[in-house]
Nanobody, 123 residues
Framework: QVQLVESGGGLVQAGGSLRLSCAASGRTFKTYSMGWFRQAPGKERDVVAAISTSGAITYYADSVKGRFTISRDNAKNTVYLQMNSLKPEDTAIYYC????????????????WGQGTQVTVSS
């Protein structure tokens, strides 16, 4: 069982930056691949980025490539999402997720979910 708690969301102007954090409970964090998803009003929840257990493998949705960076610190049981050059279309609730395999996250699903944090980008 993994419990995930996101933080770092907020309101930012277009072109600005935010860093999301996701703190995980338990001693098994390093055995899980992690991901960030987002869901905008009226839209489906989509994967934004994913990272393997060691951090050696990362994945990004085309819409965020070159702007977002996912990373993890296994000593702190935390995964991060650095978001730069934010656009109004990045506005959504961002969810942290954990899965036993990175391909599960890339496929758009996961085993455990956080409660989400709101990111709003104003134009």
């Amino acid at each position: 069982q993994v419990q995930l708690v996101e933080s770092g969301g907020g309101l930012v102007q277009a072109g600005g930056s935010l860093r999301l954090s996701c703190a995980a409970s338990g001693r098994t964090f390093k055995t899980y691949s992690m991901g960030w998803f987002r869901q905008a009003p009226g839209k489906e929840r989509d994967v934004v980025a994913a990272i393997s257990t060691s951090g050696a493998i990362t994945y990004y949705a085309d819409s965020v490539k070159g702007r977002f960076t996912i990373s993890r610190d296994n000593a702190k049981n935390t995964v991060y999402l650095q978001m730069n050059s934010l656009k109004p279309e990045d506005t959504a609730i961002y969810y942290c997720a954990a899965a036993t395999m990175i391909r599960t996250v890339i496929a758009g699903t996961s085993d455990y979910w956080g409660q989400g944090t709101q990111v709003t980008v104003s134009s």
